[in-house]
């Protein structure tokens, strides 16, 4: 993952304001008004849609603080789940779910092209770059994707 900043040690997490039981138009207005929240605390983020067993939803990219926030973004936006993206070999992440009960590994984060994604039960899209979550590291990747987090 590239942004202005270091490469090296960088964390990042991907999260959804959509809520289970709200209806799309208040998630969709959640979402833009949580954006709107950042941009007014200047903190750097990317949008993405993510996709779990098929169903989309939007989502949020931003650097990792620390857990505490961690845990509390996934409780204030009653996630089960916070994805966290921490920088590995390659140019890849490696992919840990993180929630109330512990950290679960999903492999690796790399980006793979469009026909392979939408081959994929879950996927990620950044607006132009698809990702996926693998086992392996074997994929040699020199630039993961090009985040340009908005400022």
């Not at 996934?74 to 490696?94: A, C, P, S």
Request: aromatic letters at 12%; charged letters at 25%; hydrophobic letters at 30%.
């Amino acid at each position: 993952m590239v942004t202005q900043h270091s490469k090296k040690n960088k964390k990042y997490i991907i999260y959804s304001t959509f809520q289970k039981g709200a209806g799309l138009n208040e998630n969709v207005h959640n979402y833009f008004e949580h954006l709107e929240i950042l941009d007014h605390l200047k903190i750097p983020y990317k949008k993405l849609e993510g996709f779990y067993k098929g169903k989309g939803e939007l989502s949020i990219l931003r650097e990792f603080v620390d857990y505490k926030s961690l845990h509390q973004l996934r409780k204030d936006w009653k996630q089960d789940t916070v994805l966290l993206l921490e920088n590995h070999k390659h140019g890849l992440y490696n992919a840990n779910l993180i929630g109330k009960s512990g950290k679960l590994n999903l492999g690796y984060f790399r980006q793979v092209s469009k026909e392979i994604a939408f081959q994929q039960e879950n996927y990620t899209i950044d607006g132009v770059n698809h990702y996926i979550c693998t086992k392996t590291d074997t994929v040699i990747a020199d630039e993961l994707f090009n985040l340009n987090l908005k400022q």
